[in-house]
């Protein structure tokens, strides 16, 4: 049985993980900024241990917790969330998100010469694009093992007016069996994590809308 997310307040390691993300977002702004074309990514061994770990998950279902949320923004909270690892090749993960009945989200990792891009693809359930879909942004640097950072690009800022380069994505997977997935806006308070427990496989939810099992 999936997990009833529970409302919970920001703890001080929510506080913790907060700021933290807030610095990450401010460095990789202001590295976006002075070098829009991005650093040197020649050292890519962080990545490859990332997207190794990224693969072991290949072909799994795990349960979320919510760790914190906006004011007002119920989209995880009080809800069943599943990720499911579904669509591996050796460039491409697609990882469909889950919150109970709306099979609506799915998270697309591509990885290239210049990194690995995180995009954001929305459905209707009748399979066609939603309104805003494809948002996302590619990593600034090489990361670690542990944590990959994606940094809005302009197809955010044209999807979702007012972000731009201000919002930016934490992907985490660590070896104790946590999967984290963390939002920001940079220089707000407007941010969110959603906890992932991989030491437990769960039930695979449908195929996600629009797509063809």
């Not at 703890?11 to 807030?22: I, N, P, T, V």
């Not at 917790?65 to 995880?76: C, K, N, S, V, Y």
């Not at 995009?119 to 009748?126: C, G, I, L, S």
Request: hydrophobic share 40%; with cysteine; net charge negative.
């Amino acid at each position: 049985m999936h997990r009833v997310l529970k409302r919970k307040g920001l703890s001080r390691k929510g506080l913790s993980r907060a700021a933290a993300l807030l610095a990450l977002a401010a460095a990789a702004s202001a590295a976006v900024a002075a070098d829009p074309a991005g650093p040197d990514r020649t050292a890519q061994g962080p990545q490859d241990q990332w997207w190794e770990r990224l693969q072991a998950l290949c072909g799994k279902a795990y349960a979320g917790q919510l760790i914190r949320a906006p004011e007002g923004d119920d989209t995880f909270r009080d809800r069943n969330v599943v990720i499911h690892v579904r669509d591996c090749s050796d460039d491409r993960v697609r990882i469909p998100l889950v919150i109970d009945d709306d099979r609506s989200r799915t998270w697309i990792l591509s990885r290239g010469a210049g990194g690995i891009e995180l995009r954001h693809d929305h459905r209707q359930a009748d399979g066609s694009p939603d309104a805003v879909t494809l948002y996302g942004g590619s990593t600034p640097n090489a990361g670690s093992a542990d944590t990959q950072m994606f940094a809005a690009d302009d197809q955010t800022r044209e999807a979702i007016a007012g972000s731009g380069q201000r919002s930016v994505w934490l992907m985490e997977i660590h070896p104790d069996g946590r999967f984290v997935y963390a939002g920001n806006r940079v220089g707000t308070e407007r941010g969110f994590q959603v906890d992932f427990d991989l030491s437990t496989v769960v039930p695979a939810p449908e195929a996600p809308w629009g797509w063809e099992d």
